[in-house]
């Protein structure tokens, strides 16, 4: 897991990709078959355009949030074919020339450049992600691998977005997911990546320890069910928080609390007796970890023992200085349950007299998703932090992003990649975007100019087309321009590139952002298409080149 | 990537997980908050019994290919917390002794024991996948890991035998998912286990070179786009297949075939004038590959463009003793495109007098999945091979496999997990499992005992229960009794494990189970459930512990 050091002599060294298992071998065979066929015709050095972008917004929305752009560079920073690796390509294309091993032994992208949007940032169809230009013979061998670094990252970042989006800011974001996500490396991809769009933490740990991400977690069932009784525990003292006094038997002192909570006339009556092996693995958590305490609940019944259990835990470790933070609920109707937890919380604080009390975190989980969350706040709900798995991080609903990767000019030349499904035609050239702000200081249109249109200006009038339906074309004054597509990675003349930032910063890069949109982009149900749009001049060129193109049909 | 060597006395050597992310930390933080609670109540090294199984079959239908054993006993053998891993979890939680950190430092699997199910067994719901049984303290840290590298892997292995099912054992399976899968590991992972599910190839070179899967691509539309004529073709020299002769302008060679199928009686009117952009490409092509010529065929026109001038490369290969391989599809009517293709091809033998040209490979991609294929079987298509890649990799109509690992044993005391949804209580007790074949040779039920039952015997009459539903149950007399559990791992007495087998003959395993299977537990449309049961003994033991542990209700 060492990253591999840039050995090129651009001056600034940046590691490999997270995952060691990214290499130029992660690759579509055809990228070799290609290149091999570009360099046997002489072609693999013309200087080729790709533009990495999607056609969809994902999960019914209109909105995706960009990511995977760090790895991509990472990827680039370190691109180079072992001899081994090399070896075995060449196995892989029969019949293929000895002197193609040595072109790919002298394989690096000290002659490619990558402009991008900034990670982290809210993004649209057709808009090129990223416009990665170069040789054709490496070029091509960076799709694959492009496009597995930022589809489902940015697929599961916008998930997280949304879920965010649905949850509102004040609720705790928890992603749980790593058992249910797609191999180790769809787990730590979508901790990272749910981060990135707005989690607040993690179960993950090998996420944790890489990124630096939060992390959450307390314990489980089993763990509740290890425990047959009080009588196990044999170590029963807890020093208190500040170290001044030592309770000698806690379990007593648990045990005394339940009672109290039992006699407790307006507790009494929604439980009789609670389970005892789950007051013993509570009892023996908090002597674990007096300072954490958070208890799953609901192993027996939530009402009628665990919530009862955990009061008696609480209010026990109360007595030495100790906070609980809470609970978690993982099955059942967890509108209903968070309501009646909350509500012998607040009793508890009442009654027995413990400010603060009726505050405790309330967990949920199991098969939280969107249209669950949506649900729990329609009925009503006291949770204060969702733990999220499954539907997040393999993007459940969608479990896909389709990013292409289109060539859009060789030597100079612009090309078009025609289909009779005209959402697929390509919108040829080496270009520009810009996105235009309104008044009101939200964006208004994303448009793309070929590269040495003159820039969209503040406040003069500008004519946005849609690429393919010649009706739609609006004037607007922008009252703010900015360019979408920046320099990341420029071959050997580095000093000019952006920094890569800590994720930290693009996942708040990514929360201003997404606060920034108009909100009817962003509501859940028939949300607003954001539009994207080309100059006049880039619009007729597309038309003049398609016509060019495309064959003549003939009805019979 | 070098594979970590088992450094325990265990003798035999094995080598550590694919993916090299895959280590302890690969975990949910609460597997190690339970490991400390453990280890402060001293439970630690009870020795406790954890299933892990799923609930429901994937994508509606009524089995389950199992897979991930392998990795999950590498991960197993390889289990070791380093230093720098070790001051890590150590901050995760606060307030934990430092001794703790002494007993993650000894921690390793010697005290563990895995049985399973072979990789590769068709298997059903709530029958244990594995059995692992050990100190609490270090199986608890493995549920995780274990699951991550079982969920993923089973699911996308159960969908590749559903793709090959509905198309059939005659056609070739392409894997292309590499760009679309959810993340690199995503993406590899998606090609082992389509592979052990009964793909034939993938196009993902890290895969083939990892895992000995062989590997099957061409070339984009990308390449065809780079060209814009064959004066582009400098160096236009073929030697012929057996080195006797040499065609000293293969170009012209083409453009005289392309001529002569233009004025072909049959084939005429079909097609004008080709793209000659696309003619470059192919004939480049074919330059670069004569021996394995495949053209993708759609960048233009199918049957304006992309076929005449794919039958005009390869009769001018023929000419030099080639034989091309045939066409891929990417767009549009795959049924209607595969049938006219065909028609040309066999036109093109008719006409032309060249022996088995109407046989040429036709393979279509383009969205694949289990509809599709069916679609086209319906419509009647002509297509021999179906490379498939968003929907396979990512599992897309069911992004998730539920598997669990649930705690059914501690210190000899068996455990059960209730809940109010009787699909989630979990089946106790330390337990042997079984699969039962009828006359016809056909699996008729799985059937799970104690530990310490005897064994069904062959033409003995047994009574096979639903493990929750008293009414049903039937009497089965087995021709043949096959225990599914087996022992791959057992701490120190390696001697008497299972062997790993190579992936190859996973595979074999899996192909030659699901061909055994009763028709219909297979079809895709309201396929029967296969039977799970649980003995006469085991049956009322599970019911008199579900009593014991459940609180009774109060209606109120």
Redesign the interface.
């Known amino acids: 897991?060492e990253p591999k050091e840039n050995g090129s002599e651009l001056g600034q060294i940046i590691d490999g990709?997270?995952?060691?298992?990214?290499?130029p071998?992660?690759?579509?065979?055809?990228?070799?078959?290609?290149a091999?066929?570009?360099w046997?015709?002489?072609?693999h050095n013309?200087r080729?355009v790709?533009d990495l972008y999607f056609r969809k917004n994902p999960f019914g929305g209109e909105y995706t949030v960009f990511a995977g752009l760090e790895e991509c560079i990472k990827f680039l920073a370190n691109f180079k074919l072992s001899d081994e690796?090399i070896d075995?390509?060449r196995d892989?294309?029969?019949?293929?020339e000895e002197a193609f091993c040595d072109y790919l032994r002298g394989l690096d992208c000290s002659d490619v450049e990558v402009y991008a949007i900034p990670e982290g940032s809210v993004v649209f169809p057709k808009v090129p992600l990223m416009r990665v230009e170069g040789p054709?013979g490496v070029v091509?061998l960076l799709?694959?691998?492009f496009?597995?670094?930022v589809?489902?990252?940015s697929l599961?970042a916008t998930n997280a977005a949304r879920h965010r989006f649905v949850a509102g800011k004040s609720k705790s974001l928890l992603e749980?997911g790593?058992?249910?996500?797609?191999?180790?490396?769809?787990?730590?991809?979508?901790s990272k990546y749910c981060y990135l769009g707005g989690f607040d933490a993690t179960?993950?740990?090998?996420a944790?320890?890489l990124f630096g991400i939060p992390?959450?977690?307390?314990?489980?069932?089993?763990?509740v069910?290890?425990?047959?009784s009080t009588d196990?525990?044999?170590?029963k003292v807890l020093r208190s928080a500040d170290g001044k006094t030592t309770c000698e038997d806690f379990v007593s002192h648990v045990q005394t609390w339940l009672k109290k909570i039992q006699y407790s006339p307006s507790l009494s009556g929604i439980f009789s007796e609670t389970?005892q092996s789950e007051l013993a693995a509570f009892t023996?958590?908090a002597?674990?970890?007096?300072?954490?305490f958070l208890a799953l609940v609901d192993?027996?019944?939530v009402m009628?023992?665990g919530i009862p259990n955990f009061c008696a835990v609480a209010l026990a470790l109360n007595d030495f200085g100790y906070k609980a933070l809470g609970i978690r609920l993982d099955?059942?109707d967890l509108a209903y349950l968070s309501r009646e937890a909350r509500n012998f919380f607040c009793t508890v604080e009442r009654e027995l007299k413990v400010p603060g009390f009726g505050k405790m975190v309330v967990t949920a989980s199991n098969d939280l998703n969107e249209e669950t969350i949506d649900a729990l706040n329609k009925q009503g709900h006291e949770v204060d932090a969702f733990g999220i798995g499954?539907y997040l991080v393999?993007?459940?609903s969608?479990?896909?992003?389709?990013?292409v990767?289109?060539?859009v000019e060789?030597n100079n030349?612009p090309?078009?990649?025609?289909?009779?499904?005209v959402t697929?035609v390509s919108i040829p050239c080496k270009k520009r975007s810009y996105r235009l702000y309104g008044k009101e200081g939200y964006p208004l249109v994303d448009i793309m100019t070929g590269e040495n249109e003159p820039p969209p200006k503040v406040g003069e009038r500008l004519l946005c087309r849609h690429p393919f339906n010649e009706s739609k074309r609006a004037y607007v004054v922008p009252q703010r321009v900015e360019e979408l597509l920046k320099c990341y990675w420029r071959g050997s003349a580095d000093e000019a590139r952006e920094e890569l930032p800590p994720l930290k910063e693009i996942r708040e890069r990514c929360i201003k952002q997404l606060e920034n949109m108009r909100p009817d982009h962003m509501r859940r149900l028939n949300p607003t298409p954001y539009k994207v749009s080309v100059s006049a001049k880039l619009y007729d060129f597309i038309h003049f080149l398609w016509l060019n193109?495309a064959?003549v049909g003939e009805l019979q």
Do not use: W
């Open positions: 897991m990709p997270t995952n060691p298992m990214v290499t071998l992660l690759n579509d065979l055809y990228q070799f078959t290609m091999y066929a570009y046997k015709a002489g072609k013309e080729s790709f690796e075995f390509v892989c294309l029969p019949g293929s054709v091509q799709e694959t691998p496009l597995n670094l589809n489902f990252a599961v749980f790593a058992r249910r996500a797609q191999g180790p490396d769809g787990a730590i991809s979508a179960s993950n740990v090998a944790g320890k992390l959450r977690g307390t314990h489980s069932h089993a763990y069910s290890s425990f047959m196990e525990i044999v170590d389970n023996s958590y002597l674990a970890f007096p300072k954490t192993t027996y019944d009628k023992s099955s059942g499954t393999t993007c459940y969608q479990a896909a992003l389709g990013c990767f289109k060539l060789i030349q090309r078009i990649k025609l289909s009779e499904d697929k193109e064959p």
